[in-house]
């Protein structure tokens, strides 16, 4: 008996202990990604450590381009522009376009130097190659891989200090399956999606990295729809708009889909909410699109418009 | 959900799952996401045991990271870009339909979307000498029409290769559409390209056919198992690198313009999407005519427009040059 709790205990401490790689990932590896992009966040409150990033907005509203523009960003060498950091890239939606990512690389690289002889390409190539090495991908097809995914990862996470940012596109890919799946109760429909907002609240603890993530907008909003400005006046507006920036800001500004659906548990992690929307087409037939952003730490929402061109997103 | 079982992995015992089942542990999940020490205390079993099969549970449900520069070079060596067979089309696409990726022709009735997926199917089967799965589920799939395309095109054996290398799968309900295409996904496409060639496209002809029913009111289940058809599809493209190419009705939004039916969560999940209209032109006869305008796309600006006509396919390739004027590739149309 005694021998059994001995090697419990081993195992235990065992546990407890961590290598030094971990330790420094644990303590202050972690880069702060708070100049990710001014345009798009509100000045001095871009996304730290431990910050979620809510991306939401209807089908083709630049969600994704805006995506591989912050991941651009991040994986680009610090000489270019860049913060040089890894990301993991969790693919729920089958989306990633890696051609994409490739082309807005090239295009973000190829800024300064404009040679276009072999030798420059072939350089850009090795580059290019360079950049994606910090770049990890990983599909994933229900929300039980998702969870067990999460779950293999935190290992990963813990030793490689250089990784920031977990990207999840979308995370409410699964959410109609599982609620089916889960019959009457709401807890068990939910069950997974809490789970992994659990494990990523532990993840956000400890290793301190950023996660962001898409919700595809698929939610009527119809308390708000049409009159938003009446809206505001009723009381149940009037509640909710006390209790965080953002539903006050919404109740004013709402779109037709702008209602968080997804589990509380979810939806008490995001610290950033990132409202995506289609604007109108410009005179030279370029689609304009908007996103705004709200945060728990300031006041207000900081609106900014951008355009999609062959290189990525451009801020008006 | 993933029910724990005894020998679903070295190490886990029956006695294991008996003692955990007491402590309401029953699926992977639920083991996974305790805490390993208080679990061992709770039901009596070794702590080590207990982390070992955690470990390799673990490591066969979990998928696994890539790294970007290695999905590039897999990437690059496997995409292939299947070309429509109509240049205008192609254009939109940005040169054809790409593998790994699911493409979605919207229309109203008559806008021609079946005329297309004829159209490609026999551009891969005969042109590019590629298998094609046809899912039919409107009945509107006509073999008859499939050979007068051929026909005009090439010779006789040669339409029997290319009719060959069509299979055909015809599914009415949205349960025996998502069994077909878990069969095929559990075969690994394998019995399809007895034909000869490998399959390069999944068409379905068309999804809004059979999902439509199903959804509207208050229940869930019709979304579900939207969203489980779009799963099958998408990792049927991926895993198995085939373009697929799936039709879809249109409604319109508040402003009158046309957009793709089946609403809010289906619009997410094909990556390229193609709106095709019958022409509208004063004093036009022609009704073949129709404009394909680019809706979604990673790739291109989107409300790129482009006509063409769908009597494109069946033109022999001496018409085309003579239309044409100049030898071009067979690819391309005389647009």
């Not at chain 1, 202990?17 to 000045?43: T, V, W, Y």
């Not at chain 1, 991040?74 to 890696?98: N, Q």
């Not at chain 1, 962001?212 to 009446?230: K, V």
């Not at chain 2, 996401?33 to 979990?62: G, I, N, P």
């Amino acid at each position: 008996m005694r021998v059994v709790f001995l090697t419990e205990m081993t195992t235990t401490i065992a546990k407890m202990m961590e290598n030094g790689a971990q330790l420094f990932a644990r303590l202050d590896g972690r880069r702060s990604l708070k100049d990710i992009e001014p345009h798009i966040f509100p000045d001095g409150a871009g996304p730290v450590q431990g910050d979620v990033v809510e991306f939401h907005g209807t089908e083709g509203s630049g969600k994704t381009e805006t995506l591989f523009h912050l991941v651009s960003h991040c994986i680009l060498p610090v000489d270019r522009g860049g913060l040089e950091v890894e990301v993991m890239f969790v693919d729920t939606d089958y989306h990633f376009d890696m051609l994409r990512l490739v082309t807005v690389l090239e295009r973000r690289l190829g800024e300064e130097a404009r040679e276009e002889d072999g030798v420059a390409a072939a350089e850009s190539e090795v580059q290019v190659r360079a950049c994606l090495a910090r770049l990890y991908v990983v599909h994933c097809s229900t929300s039980v891989q998702l969870l067990l995914t999460l779950h293999h990862l935190e290992s990963t996470f813990c030793s490689r200090p250089a990784l920031c940012l977990l990207v999840i596109d979308s995370i409410s890919a699964f959410y109609w399956v599982d609620r089916s799946g889960g019959g009457e109760s709401v807890a068990k429909q939910e069950a997974n999606l809490r789970r992994c907002s659990e494990l990523l609240e532990r993840l956000l603890r400890d290793c301190r990295i950023v996660v962001f993530a898409t919700t595809h907008a698929i939610m009527r909003n119809y308390r708000h729809s049409g009159q938003a400005s009446t809206a505001s006046l009723t009381p149940a507006a009037a509640e909710t708009s006390s209790s965080s920036s953002w539903r006050q800001w919404s109740s004013t500004h709402a779109s037709d889909f702008d209602r968080p659906y997804l589990s509380r548990a979810w939806q008490r992690l995001v610290t950033h909410r990132l409202l995506f929307s289609k604007g109108e087409v410009t005179q030279d037939k370029k689609q304009l699109f908007s996103a705004a952003c709200t945060t728990t730490r300031t006041v207000g929402a900081k609106c900014s418009s951008f355009c999609v061109m062959e290189g990525g997103v451009q801020f008006l | 959900m993933v029910v724990l079982r005894d020998g679903m992995c070295p190490g886990l015992s029956e006695e294991m799952v008996v003692a955990l089942r007491a402590a309401d542990i029953t699926t992977v999940e639920d083991l996974l996401s305790s805490d390993t020490e208080d679990l061992a205390q709770k039901c009596s079993v070794s702590y080590k045991a207990l982390l070992a099969v955690r470990r390799v549970l673990l490591a066969q449900h979990t998928a696994f990271p890539v790294s970007g520069d290695d999905l590039y070079e897999d990437l690059m060596s496997s995409t292939a870009i299947v070309s429509t067979g109509n240049s205008s089309l192609d254009k939109l696409l940005d040169s054809g339909l790409y593998t790994g990726e699911l493409t979605e022709l919207a229309g109203g009735p008559g806008s021609g979307k079946t005329q297309v997926c004829f159209g490609v199917t026999v551009n891969i089967s005969y042109q590019l000498k590629q298998s094609v799965i046809y899912i039919d589920s409107t009945g509107g799939l006509s073999a008859s029409r499939l050979l007068q395309i051929l026909q005009k095109i090439c010779k006789l054996e040669e339409q029997m290769e290319a009719l060959q290398r069509i299979q055909v799968y015809r599914v009415f309900d949205i349960f025996s559409l998502i069994d077909c295409l878990q069969s095929l996904q559990c075969t690994g496409l394998q019995r399809a390209s007895a034909g000869g060639g490998s399959v390069k496209a999944v068409i379905v002809d068309s999804v809004s056919a059979v999902i439509s029913p199903i959804l509207g009111g208050k229940q869930n289940e019709g979304m579900s198992m939207m969203m489980q058809v779009a799963g099958v599809l998408k990792t049927i493209a991926k895993d198995f690198n085939v373009a697929v190419l799936v039709t879809n009705t249109v409604t319109r939004d508040c402003n009158g313009n046309l957009k793709a039916g089946l609403g809010q969560s289906w619009s997410h999940v094909p990556r390229t999407r193609i709106i095709l209209q019958r022409f509208e032109s004063p004093g036009s006869t022609c009704s073949s005519l129709r404009t394909a305008t680019l809706a979604k796309s990673s790739r291109q600006p989107c409300l790129l427009k482009e006509e063409f006509d769908l009597q494109c396919w069946g033109r022999s390739e001496d018409q085309l040059y003579e239309v044409s004027g100049k030898r071009k590739l067979e690819k391309n149309s005389p647009y």
